[in-house]
Nanobody
């Protein structure tokens, strides 16, 4: 099993920045693919960015809606996933979730991820 704990959310004005963190613990080999998702009010959960790593970085991708503004990264030594969010917009307001799965891949499909954190709220006004 893998435990995921997010932090770093908060309230910020449009144009501001936040950095989210996701600390992974447990059987970390079940978290080769890690991703950030978000769910806004009245919306379905959507993928934001994913990162594949087997100790070295293999693959990164970002959703079109955040590309150029958000950056996913990972500290493999500490097993912490980050999401640097710049130029935040009101439409970025959502609960942000960290997720993980054992298999490498490029999917941002919610059902493909086995492990989830509790979420951290981001509010942009």
């Amino acid at each position: 099993h893998v435990q995921l704990v997010e932090s770093g959310g908060g309230s910020v004005q449009a144009g501001g920045s936040l950095r989210l963190s996701c600390a992974a613990s447990g059987y970390i080999y079940s978290s080769k693919c890690m991703a950030w998702f978000r769910q806004g009010p009245g919306k379905e959960r959507e993928g934001v960015a994913l990162l594949n790593s087997d100790g070295r970085l293999i693959y990164i991708t970002h959703a079109d809606s955040v590309r150029g503004r958000f950056t996913i990264s990972k500290d493999n030594a500490k097993n912490i996933l980050y999401l640097q969010m710049n130029d935040l917009k009101p439409e970025d307001t959502a609960m942000y979730y960290c997720a993980a799965r054992a298999s490498l891949g490029a999917t941002l499909t919610v059902a493909r991820y086995r492990y989830w954190g509790q979420g951290t709220q981001v509010t942009v006004s």
